[in-house]
Each structure stands twice: as C-alpha cells, then as structure tokens.
C-alpha cells in the first residue's frame, strides 16, 4: 500500500510551549488528509479534515486556534498544537487520501506526544 | 458516533481462521465497508474493503451479507504477528473531504499459540 510518513515520532514537550507534527504522503499526492487523536485504551478521534490550500475543518470540540493545521501541498500536512499542557498528551495519527481516485487512506505511524 | 457494531475482543489459535463480525444496520447504499486494524502503539493499518461483493487479497477475506447489514472479516490463518484491534468502518469513497473515517472500540483479537 501507499507510504504515509509522519514525524517526529514520539515528542515530549515543556508546558507552554508548541509542537509541531508532520505527516507526509510519500508516493502519491494526498488532497485530503486527516488527523486523529488516540487517549491510552481508547479509539482514534477525528479531530480535523483538511483539504490541500483550503481551511482545515475542525470536529465539534476541537480547537481550530489550539490544534492548528496547514495543508499547503499535496504532499504535506503539518499540526501544531500550541500552547502545549499536560492534558494535550496523547498519541497522533495522521492518514491521507488521494480524493481524484477511490482509494482507501493510508495512516502514519503516529506521534507520541508528552506534555511535561 | 462510529455506525457499526462489534464484539470488543476474540480469541483465535494460531494456525486457525479468525472470523471478526461487524453489525453495520444503518450503512446507506453508497457506504463501503472498511476494515483497519491497529497493533500497539501504532498507526492503522488497511486490511480490506468492499461495497456489496466479497472480496480478497493477501491479506484477508470481507464477506459482506446479502442485505450489507453485517459483515465478516476473515483472516485464513491466523499468526501471533495478527494480535492487534480490529477496526470495522462504513464510509464514503469519494473526492474531496469525503472518505473520513469514524473510528468505533473495535474488536481485539488475541492469536494464541
């Protein structure tokens, strides 16, 4: 199947400050991608879909100005989370689709995030 | 909320076939069934997904029922490496922000020797 890289792995961050997280689809051209977060024993959460050059769209409950998403290139999507706190920690998967062909989407690996 | 319904664990010998059932009453006519599965600490990963017909690959087989109301994933011989969840997914397969997928609690399946 297609290759979804996402990056850094895993992060451990300082109260306050921002991460950012990359994911990238390495041998197709992703016009959707999705974001996901996963609490321990719990299932993935949708928390965002984003479209290449357009706004990201945020599920209800999730903050467009705290998660912030660029989508800027069929290849590419990145997910800051500012202002990083202890409740933030989880685990982030990222998947990608090619929208033009009725492909399935394609996860990262995932990024461990800690919030220390 | 996720639109399908499965068992939250299963048990299987290695070597055996591991048959994992997913209530989906509600699909509508254009929603695929998709299947996932997600080892620890891992991204998910695609196994499978059909609309009405069965399909196969290497991986594994979806029997989806004649109504599409439920459906059956089956692994035909199922190793250690095969111990992860399970994820059972009705969606959309189209352009643009269509195709998101709604993860449910999925089945964990535990392959013992």
């Known amino acids: 199947g297609a290759v979804v890289s996402q990056h850094p792995s895993w992060v451990i961050c300082k109260s306050g400050t921002s991460v950012k997280i990359e994911c990238r689809s390495l041998?197709?051209?992703?016009?959707?991608m999705f974001w996901y977060r996963q609490f321990p024993k719990q299932s993935l959460m949708l928390m965002a879909t984003?479209?290449?050059?357009?706004?990201?769209?945020?599920e209800q409950g999730v903050e467009k100005d705290k998660f912030l998403i660029n989508h800027a290139s069929l290849t590419l999507s990145t997910l800051t989370v500012t202002s990083a706190h202890p409740e933030d920690s989880s685990f982030y998967i990222c998947s990608a689709r090619d929208g033009r062909k009725n492909t399935e989407a394609f996860f990262g690996q995932g990024t461990r995030l800690t919030v220390v | 909320d996720a639109k399908t319904t499965q068992p939250p664990s299963m048990d299987c010998a290695e070597g055996r076939a591991a048959n994992l059932p997913c209530n989906h009453s509600?699909?509508?006519?254009?929603?695929?069934v998709y299947w996932y599965r997600q080892i620890h600490s891992q991204g998910p990963q695609y196994i499978i997904h059909?609309?009405?017909n069965n399909e196969t690959n290497e991986m594994a087989s979806l029997i989806i029922t004649e109504d599409r109301k439920s459906s059956t994933l089956i692994l035909p011989h199922a190793t250690l490496r095969d111990t992860a969840v399970y994820y059972c997914?009705?969606?959309?397969?189209?352009?643009?922000?269509?195709?998101?997928?709604?993860f449910g609690k999925g089945t964990k399946l535990s392959v013992k020797p």
């Open positions: 984003s479209n290449e050059g357009s706004k990201a769209t945020y």
């Open positions: 997914i009705v969606s959309l397969v189209y352009g643009g922000s269509q195709g998101n997928l709604i």
């Open positions: 041998d197709f051209q992703a016009t959707t």
């Open positions: 059909g609309l009405k």
């Open positions: 509600t699909i509508s006519g254009n929603e695929y």
